[in-house]
């Protein structure tokens, strides 16, 4: 599986973006697609995750009600400066919901997300 991830920008407190994450190859062998996101210093934290079977989500409980995960995107609301990272997306062959980063198999190259005060 390859997995390209795009949408990543500038934006001001309080604005929204869309990231995409396109995959490709044996994508039949996708369970769940989780995002991550590391912040300068920090280290990687999950973000949220759909598993493909039947569209179950979960969220960290700091992006809740602000973004929204499908099988290709995480759409972003009402960003804060605290959610600034470079975010990544990632595939795991892992039935259900998973939010550990090890159990990822794939992963995208990750793009960066800035949202300034």
């Known amino acids: 599986v390859q997995l390209q991830a795009s949408g990543g920008g500038s934006v001001q407190a309080g604005g929204s973006l869309r990231l995409t994450c396109a995959a490709s190859?044996?994508?039949?062998?996708?369970?769940?697609t989780g995002w991550f996101r590391q912040a300068p210093g920090k280290d990687r934290e999950f973000v949220a995750a759909?598993?493909w079977d039947d569209g179950t989500t979960h969220y960290t409980n700091s992006v809740k009600g602000r973004f929204t995960v499908s099988r290709t995107f995480l759409q972003m609301d009402s960003l804060k400066p605290e959610d600034t990272a470079v975010y990544y997306c990632a595939t795991t062959r892992v039935p259900g919901i998973v939010v550990r980063a090890g159990a990822y198999d794939y992963w995208g190259q990750g793009t960066l997300v800035t949202v300034s005060s």
């Open positions: 759909i598993a």
């Open positions: 190859g044996r994508t039949y062998s996708i369970y769940t």
